[in-house]
């Protein structure tokens, strides 16, 4: 711990001070503090902003650009949102998460889970994840695949904060790790949504767009015999918590071929996307990796 007192860290501790601060408003003062939070970042984020107004123009060429820029602002304000409720995650007492979450389909994941499988949360990075898993956690315990931030304090905090879900963190490259709590019936929380390169992926339609898509679903349930439960936490709007939504498995998964399961597996995710577009990760490079590899979407 010495070494996180240098004087670079002093931000993060701040930060994270005042995270855990927010914990002691109510919910309703919480999202009024996020929302002024998500004007600010709308207004110094440059370049995650540019970022986020091209995944938007690529994935809703039906929407105006006056639609498109309320949607970016509405997903900016759900941003500052997320980033105040990390500190409800990490260090929020149970007593306070009481009443935040509805849960819907908690059924199929014990169905699953009775038939000695484990199974795959398939999911995406929606802005709420953190809150997400946490009040999820209090149900059923889930294991959660993440990438190790670089920022070594970053990460000290986020481990340490994550040690509140019941369950452990498996590393986004750790198929033994992945492999082996399904194996011990444990659900695992996955989102194969993220642009990791051309290697060990497929490219398969998202939102109209080619984006390449990692292979690994179809052969984690096929390696497993693991079922696929889509599996999404929302905000509500206004005042009212958070909805947390298991849908059926997914049947005749894995087909046996690799595209059309990435392209299932996006068409699985943008739909329960374009029910709530503003709380989706827009400001991740979806796109970087193209068909033609000069082809750069992000490049101003």
Known sequence: MGAFLHPRYWVIWL???????????????????????GAVFYRIMGRRKHIAEVNLELCFPE??????????????AALGVAFVEMGTAWWASER?????????????????????????????????????LRLFSRVMPCY???????????????QHGRTRHPGEMISRDDARS???????????????????????????DFFGQPAATVKATS???KMSGSPVIPFYFFRKQGSRGYQIVLLP??????????LEDARRVNAVLEAEI????????????????????????YRR
């Open 15 to 37: 930060i994270a001070a005042l995270l855990r601060l927010m914990v002691l408003l109510p919910y309703s003062g919480r999202v009024v503090v996020g929302n002024t939070l």
């Open 63 to 76: 929407l105006s650009p006056a639609e498109r820029e309320r949607l970016l602002k509405a997903h900016f």
């Open 96 to 132: 306070r998460l009481e009443g935040l979450a509805e849960i819907q389909g908690l059924e199929h994941l014990q169905a699953a889970i009775k038939k000695g499988k484990g199974a795959i949360l398939l999911s995406a990075h929606f802005v709420f994840l953190e809150i997400g």
């Open 144 to 158: 959660m695949i993440y990438r190790p931030n670089r920022n070594r304090l970053l990460d000290h905090i986020i």
């Open 178 to 204: 992945l492999l082996r709590a399904l194996k011990q019936n444990h659900p695992v929380w996955y989102p194969p949504d993220m642009d990791h390169g051309r290697r060990n992926s497929v490219f398969a």
């Open 219 to 221: 052969r984690y349930a």
């Open 249 to 258: 498995p997914l049947e005749g998964f894995p087909s046996g071929d690799e």
């Open 274 to 297: 374009r029910k709530h577009p503003e709380q989706y990760l827009w400001v991740h490079r979806r796109f970087k990796t193209r068909p033609d590899a000069k082809e750069d979407v």
